[in-house]
Protein backbone atom coordinates (compact mmCIF):
# COMPACT_ATOMS: atom_id res chain seq x y z
CA UNK A 1 0.00 0.00 0.00
CA UNK A 2 1.27 3.54 -1.01
CA UNK A 3 2.18 6.06 1.79
CA UNK A 4 -0.95 8.45 0.27
CA UNK A 5 -3.56 5.37 0.70
CA UNK A 6 -2.66 4.83 3.92
CA UNK A 7 -2.95 8.32 5.32
CA UNK A 8 -5.98 8.20 3.28
CA UNK A 9 -6.93 4.52 5.13
CA UNK A 10 -6.12 6.24 8.78
CA UNK A 11 -8.59 9.32 8.09
CA UNK A 12 -11.49 7.15 7.13
CA UNK A 13 -10.28 4.72 10.17
CA UNK A 14 -10.62 7.67 12.06
CA UNK A 15 -13.87 8.19 11.48
CA UNK A 16 -15.43 5.04 11.68
CA UNK A 17 -14.05 5.05 15.34
CA UNK A 18 -15.69 8.37 16.15
CA UNK A 19 -18.57 7.18 14.21
CA UNK A 20 -19.06 4.41 16.50
CA UNK A 21 -18.76 6.42 19.61
CA UNK A 22 -21.15 8.74 18.08
CA UNK A 23 -24.07 5.79 17.57
CA UNK A 24 -23.36 4.94 21.34
CA UNK A 25 -23.50 7.94 22.56
CA UNK A 26 -26.77 9.17 20.74
CA UNK A 27 -28.04 6.30 22.26
CA UNK A 28 -27.20 6.46 25.54
CA UNK A 29 -28.46 10.34 25.20
CA UNK A 30 -31.77 9.39 24.04
CA UNK A 31 -32.40 6.79 26.71
CA UNK A 32 -32.00 9.60 29.57
CA UNK A 33 -32.72 12.40 27.41
CA UNK A 34 -35.74 13.62 30.33
CA UNK A 35 -33.35 13.98 33.50
CA UNK A 36 -30.38 15.50 31.25
CA UNK A 37 -32.42 18.26 29.91
CA UNK A 38 -33.99 19.17 33.22
CA UNK A 39 -30.15 19.39 34.80
CA UNK A 40 -28.83 21.36 31.78
CA UNK A 41 -31.31 23.90 31.96
CA UNK A 42 -30.86 23.97 35.66
CA UNK A 43 -27.43 24.66 34.79
CA UNK A 44 -27.26 26.43 31.69
CA UNK A 45 -24.27 28.45 31.87
CA UNK A 46 -21.88 26.11 32.93
CA UNK A 47 -23.12 23.55 30.98
CA UNK A 48 -22.25 25.45 27.89
CA UNK A 49 -18.91 26.65 29.65
CA UNK A 50 -17.95 23.04 29.90
CA UNK A 51 -18.82 21.69 26.72
CA UNK A 52 -17.09 24.84 24.56
CA UNK A 53 -14.00 24.03 27.50
CA UNK A 54 -13.75 20.23 26.46
CA UNK A 55 -14.39 21.19 22.41
CA UNK A 56 -11.67 23.44 22.47
CA UNK A 57 -8.95 21.11 25.10
CA UNK A 58 -10.17 18.28 22.23
CA UNK A 59 -8.25 20.21 19.56
CA UNK A 60 -5.12 21.20 21.53
CA UNK A 61 -4.42 17.96 23.47
CA UNK A 62 -4.94 14.64 21.59
CA UNK A 63 -6.54 11.81 21.79
CA UNK A 64 -9.28 13.75 23.45
CA UNK A 65 -12.56 13.96 21.49
CA UNK A 66 -15.43 15.98 22.08
CA UNK A 67 -17.26 14.52 19.01
CA UNK A 68 -19.39 11.65 21.54
CA UNK A 69 -20.66 14.92 23.56
CA UNK A 70 -21.93 16.47 20.16
CA UNK A 71 -25.75 13.78 20.21
CA UNK A 72 -25.97 15.31 23.89
CA UNK A 73 -25.43 18.99 22.51
CA UNK A 74 -28.14 18.72 19.68
CA UNK A 75 -30.62 16.86 21.72
CA UNK A 76 -30.48 18.66 25.01
CA UNK A 77 -29.81 22.36 23.45
CA UNK A 78 -31.07 22.10 19.44
CA UNK A 79 -28.47 21.53 16.99
CA UNK A 80 -28.17 25.26 15.83
CA UNK A 81 -27.34 26.04 19.33
CA UNK A 82 -25.14 23.31 19.53
CA UNK A 83 -23.47 23.87 16.04
CA UNK A 84 -22.72 27.39 17.72
CA UNK A 85 -21.00 26.30 20.81
CA UNK A 86 -19.03 23.83 18.89
CA UNK A 87 -17.58 26.36 16.27
CA UNK A 88 -17.08 28.49 19.33
CA UNK A 89 -15.33 26.04 20.71
CA UNK A 90 -13.21 24.54 17.76
CA UNK A 91 -12.18 27.63 16.48
CA UNK A 92 -11.01 28.88 19.88
CA UNK A 93 -8.55 25.43 19.65
CA UNK A 94 -7.39 25.87 16.02
CA UNK A 95 -6.08 29.24 17.18
CA UNK A 96 -4.62 28.12 20.25
CA UNK A 97 -2.60 25.28 18.38
CA UNK A 98 -1.93 27.66 15.26
CA UNK A 99 -0.28 30.10 17.87
CA UNK A 100 1.16 27.43 19.63
CA UNK A 101 3.17 26.03 17.25
CA UNK A 102 4.22 29.84 15.40
CA UNK A 103 5.00 30.79 18.53
CA UNK A 104 7.10 27.88 19.94
CA UNK A 105 7.38 25.66 17.29
CA UNK A 106 7.91 21.46 18.16
CA UNK A 107 9.28 21.44 21.41
CA UNK A 108 5.44 22.39 22.71
CA UNK A 109 4.08 20.51 20.00
CA UNK A 110 5.58 16.97 20.93
CA UNK A 111 4.45 17.63 25.07
CA UNK A 112 0.20 17.94 23.56
CA UNK A 113 0.20 15.88 20.06
CA UNK A 114 2.29 13.17 18.24
CA UNK A 115 5.13 15.07 15.92
CA UNK A 116 4.19 11.90 13.39
CA UNK A 117 0.45 13.06 13.76
CA UNK A 118 1.48 16.72 12.96
CA UNK A 119 4.60 16.14 10.01
CA UNK A 120 1.66 13.74 8.30
CA UNK A 121 -0.61 16.87 7.49
CA UNK A 122 2.29 18.96 5.67
CA UNK A 123 1.99 16.83 2.65
CA UNK A 124 -1.43 18.05 2.44
CA UNK A 125 -0.98 21.45 2.66
CA UNK A 126 -0.25 23.43 -1.01
CA UNK A 127 1.77 26.43 -1.59
CA UNK A 128 -0.93 28.06 -3.87
CA UNK A 129 -4.84 29.07 -2.84
CA UNK A 130 -3.94 28.24 0.62
CA UNK A 131 -6.86 30.40 2.19
CA UNK A 132 -9.36 28.09 0.10
CA UNK A 133 -7.37 25.06 1.25
CA UNK A 134 -7.45 25.57 4.70
CA UNK A 135 -11.38 26.21 4.26
CA UNK A 136 -11.36 22.48 2.77
CA UNK A 137 -9.20 21.13 4.83
CA UNK A 138 -11.23 21.89 7.64
CA UNK A 139 -14.43 20.59 6.11
CA UNK A 140 -13.11 17.01 5.35
CA UNK A 141 -10.12 16.18 7.91
CA UNK A 142 -11.40 14.17 10.59
CA UNK A 143 -8.57 14.52 12.85
CA UNK A 144 -6.82 17.44 14.92
CA UNK A 145 -3.72 18.35 14.23
CA UNK A 146 -4.24 19.96 11.40
CA UNK A 147 -3.37 23.61 13.23
CA UNK A 148 -0.14 22.33 14.70
CA UNK A 149 0.87 21.88 11.06
CA UNK A 150 -0.12 25.44 9.45
CA UNK A 151 1.39 27.18 12.14
CA UNK A 152 4.76 25.41 11.78
CA UNK A 153 4.86 24.60 7.92
CA UNK A 154 3.07 27.40 6.21
CA UNK A 155 3.43 30.73 6.04
CA UNK A 156 -0.45 31.88 6.46
CA UNK A 157 -1.18 34.58 8.88
CA UNK A 158 -3.46 34.49 12.15
CA UNK A 159 -6.15 36.39 10.74
CA UNK A 160 -6.74 34.85 7.47
CA UNK A 161 -6.15 31.25 9.50
CA UNK A 162 -9.04 31.97 11.92
CA UNK A 163 -11.52 33.07 8.99
CA UNK A 164 -10.65 29.96 6.90
CA UNK A 165 -11.28 27.80 10.15
CA UNK A 166 -14.54 29.42 11.27
CA UNK A 167 -15.95 29.23 7.93
CA UNK A 168 -14.34 25.40 7.23
CA UNK A 169 -15.45 24.34 10.59
CA UNK A 170 -19.34 26.15 9.92
CA UNK A 171 -20.48 23.19 7.76
CA UNK A 172 -18.72 20.17 9.68
CA UNK A 173 -20.45 22.07 12.98
CA UNK A 174 -23.83 22.09 11.16
CA UNK A 175 -23.80 18.61 9.95
CA UNK A 176 -22.57 16.60 12.49
CA UNK A 177 -24.68 18.34 15.33
CA UNK A 178 -27.92 17.98 12.95
CA UNK A 179 -27.26 13.98 12.98
CA UNK A 180 -26.97 14.00 16.34
CA UNK A 181 -30.73 14.86 16.56
CA UNK A 182 -31.63 11.91 13.91
CA UNK A 183 -32.13 7.84 14.83
CA UNK A 184 -29.86 5.43 14.23
CA UNK A 185 -29.85 4.53 10.89
CA UNK A 186 -29.32 7.98 9.31
CA UNK A 187 -26.44 8.51 11.05
CA UNK A 188 -24.96 5.35 10.01
CA UNK A 189 -26.15 6.65 6.57
CA UNK A 190 -24.09 10.24 7.39
CA UNK A 191 -21.06 8.71 8.40
CA UNK A 192 -20.91 6.31 5.58
CA UNK A 193 -21.08 9.56 3.51
CA UNK A 194 -18.16 10.84 5.33
CA UNK A 195 -15.98 7.70 4.73
CA UNK A 196 -16.65 7.85 0.84
CA UNK A 197 -15.96 11.99 0.71
CA UNK A 198 -13.10 12.47 2.92
CA UNK A 199 -10.92 9.59 1.11
CA UNK A 200 -12.17 11.17 -2.15
CA UNK A 201 -11.03 14.49 -1.19
CA UNK A 202 -8.10 13.52 0.76
CA UNK A 203 -6.53 12.09 -2.02
CA UNK A 204 -7.31 14.43 -4.22
CA UNK A 205 -5.59 17.20 -2.00
CA UNK A 206 -2.64 15.00 -2.11
CA UNK A 207 -2.32 14.46 -5.60
CA UNK A 208 -2.44 18.32 -5.76
CA UNK A 209 0.09 18.90 -3.48
CA UNK A 210 2.37 15.92 -5.11
CA UNK A 211 1.69 17.90 -8.49
CA UNK A 212 2.57 21.00 -6.92
CA UNK A 213 5.64 19.64 -5.69
CA UNK A 214 6.85 17.70 -9.12
CA UNK A 215 6.35 21.43 -10.65
CA UNK A 216 9.25 22.79 -8.17
CA UNK A 217 11.63 20.09 -8.92
CA UNK A 218 11.02 20.87 -12.73
CA UNK A 219 12.00 24.54 -12.23
Known amino acids: MKKNQKEVVKAVAVIVVVGIFFIIS ?15 F ?14 TVSIVIAPVSSMPLIPFASLVWGWKLAALYSIIGWTLGETITFW ?31 FASIVLLRIVLPTDGLGYALGLFSNVKMKPYVIATILGTIPFAI ?18 VAF ?19 K ?3 F
Open 175 to 192: IFTYLGTLNVLYQIIGFV
Open 26 to 40: SLIVNHYIEPLKKYS
Open 196 to 214: ILVGSLLTIGYHMKKKEMN
Open 216 to 218: KKN
Open 100 to 130: LARKYGKPIIKKLISLKEVERFEKFIPDHHI
Open 42 to 55: ENYYYGVLIYIFIA
